[in-house]
């Protein structure tokens, strides 16, 4: 295997930086993150809104959903979510999407447990099926949930008290759904959490479709041509391409690729080679791997045999 140089790294030792810089520093580099916008209810009927970035997805059977309330880091107190949480047992989850981000950017305010989010960021409550928290009309997906369990991470600022969520039941606002009843990602437009005061929303040219097949064997970089490796013009992700297909080319489409038009323009360039893995990374771009792929290996075979000017 190769060993290439890499580039200059920043390293940091958690234990030789502030909490507030380690903690942005962790933001910054694992984001995005879905935003969990959390509903609950304290003991005496008092409603909580928080949105919370720590937090994903972990089980479908059963359904599980974790996020972490941690502890302040400016004086190590806790927040309204985790006490109600261990008062009710039981959660909201809702999603945010973009028409509704500056709302819950409100909503996350540490105001005092009597104040009402729902009231000071104009959203409407609407009731549950199954738990006491309300769900938030205007999120596109709401989840109802009872608390499985509560871990706590530490007892310092900025330690995290994990929240597992068993999902009993699940909302999703119609107006999102494509015609075949599923998720659309740009109907949704969801919006996710970055390091900062960064957001980034998640349709439109965001979205960005790698349709990757885990059941069926690619054939790997170390099968691909030492000339596609070395490319000047290809990149890792147009490689990856190439390398998830099962097999090369055969030496029948290899062949059939030099009726292509484009084949007299190339090989009258001055950097023949690297014209074609312009082509090449053209076809790759619009999917068309089967084509971008003929064509990579037929210079693989054609060019180098080129005498040199």
Known sequence: MQVLKTAPMLTIDPK????????????????????AFVS????????????????????????????????????????DTLHNVRETGEVVINA????????????SIEYPPEVNEFEKAGFTPIPSTLVRPFRVAESPAQM???VREVITLGDQGGAGHLIICDVLLIHINEAVLDERGRVDPHKIDLMGRMGRFYYVRASGEAIYNIEQRVNRFGMGFDRLPEGLRHSKVLTGNNLAQLAAL????DDEAIAAIQNDPRIADILQ????????????QIELAKEEVNTAACLAWWG??????KPKS
């Open 144 to 146: 109802e949930c009872r």
């Open 269 to 280: 360039n001055r950097n023949p080679l690297d014209e074609l893995h312009r082509i090449v």
């Open 16 to 35: 030789s930086v502030t909490q507030v810089d380690l903690h942005q520093y962790m933001l910054a580099c694992i984001s995005p993150r879905p935003i």
């Open 96 to 107: 945010v999407n973009f028409s509704m981000v500056r709302q819950m950017a409100l909503a």
């Open 246 to 249: 099962p097999l090369p080319p």
């Open 40 to 79: 609950t209810m304290d003991a005496e009927g008092r409603p909580n809104l928080a949105p919370y970035s720590f937090f994903n997805a972990f089980s479908s059977n059963p359904p599980v959903l974790i996020f972490s309330s941690n502890r302040k880091a400016s004086d190590n107190t806790t927040k």
């Open 300 to 305: 693989e075979t054609e060019l180098h045999k």
